[in-house]
């Protein structure tokens, strides 16, 4: 039985608790890779991340990638949004197909 | 370029001969491979890219109703309406497998089928804001989770098919042709010292009539 999480600041995820998903603030944290690498490797399938969050959290989202669990997906918070979410998805066609055949229409 | 290593022996060649064959096979069955995960990866890379614009779209317009929630109501009321959710997500996860590749299947169930559990708090102290808010959050819960499941299928699909295409490549354009040119080195010279030897005979019959009968 695994939970699904959200993180990211404060304002762009709380309205997810009411959902019954566990969110977990990263405003105020000092070491957000320490604590990110632990939620990665608790009991969760699924952890949501802003995409304001994901850019100082580059290197360990990667890290997870090719594992089966967790899946890391990125949303959009209510500031600073990167439009990573999708870049990432462009970025896996090409690496599967050599050359991006999906979205350049 | 292959000459240099291989040994112009008869078992070398043999050798050689059934690596050439194993290596064909696997060209063949590696590539039959990647061009199925591709098939797969390419259907579900498009349904990954609606589900996401759908997915931030949903998420765009609950954040709205979000920021006008929190800009009507003090932080203090704020959380205590959502201190205490009523509604619980759980999953669970089996796996899948696609051409050796494990993708997660996820099955999810809330902790009370009732979708009014939303609302962890009595409606009195709160704005209709934040009744909108998480009702136009709830709405697109399931195709959050659908994403989830989707968008990680697809990054270990990707990292798959780069592996074979990596491997279907190798076996193509190094393998198969270094061991063809080794057979076709080893061939030539043990056809070469074979007609030497023929030669040296010839001579050695030559010399050996002239020494006995003068011819």
């Given at each position: 039985m695994y939970r699904i999480a959200v993180i990211g600041d404060k304002d762009s995820i709380y309205g997810f608790s009411a959902l019954g998903l566990e969110v977990i603030d990263f405003?105020?944290?000092?070491n957000p890779s320490e604590k990110f690498k632990d939620l990665c490797n608790s009991n969760y399938a699924a952890i949501y991340v802003t995409e304001a969050l994901a850019q100082n959290l580059e290197r360990e989202i990667n890290h997870f990638k090719e594992q089966i669990m967790p899946a890391i997906i990125l949303i959009p918070g209510i500031?600073?949004?990167?439009?990573i979410g999708i870049t990432n998805v462009k970025k896996s066609v090409e690496q599967a197909v050599g050359s991006d055949i999906i979205f350049n229409d | 370029m292959a000459s240099k290593t291989v040994n112009p022996t008869r078992m070398e060649l043999t050798r050689l001969k059934k690596k050439l064959v194993t290596a064909m096979r696997g060209h063949k069955l590696l590539k039959d491979k990647r061009d199925e995960l591709m098939r797969q990866f390419l259907d579900l890379v498009r349904e990954n890219k609606e589900l996401r614009e759908k997915v931030e779209k949903g998420i765009h317009s609950a954040n709205k109703n979000f920021v006008l929630a929190r800009a009507s109501m003090s932080d203090q009321i704020l959380n205590t309406a959502l201190l205490a959710p009523k509604q619980e997500v759980t999953v669970e996860v089996s796996t899948k497998n696609i051409m050796s590749v494990d993708i997660p299947v996820m099955n999810w169930n809330t902790r009370t089928p009732d979708p009014n559990d939303i609302y962890s708090y009595g409606f009195a102290f709160t704005s209709a804001d934040l009744d909108d808010a998480v009702k136009s959050l709830a709405d697109i819960l399931p195709d959050m989770l659908h994403l989830a499941e989707c968008e990680k299928s697809c990054q270990l699909m990707a990292v798959e098919i780069e592996k074979t295409r990596r491997r279907v490549n190798a076996l193509e354009h190094v393998v198969i042709p270094e061991t063809q040119a080794g057979i076709k080195y080893i061939t030539m010279k043990l056809d070469e010292n074979e007609r030497s030897t023929q030669i040296r005979l010839m001579k050695v019959k030559d010399m050996m009539l002239k020494e006995a009968h003068g011819y």
């Open positions: 405003d105020m944290e000092d500031k600073n949004n990167t439009g | -």
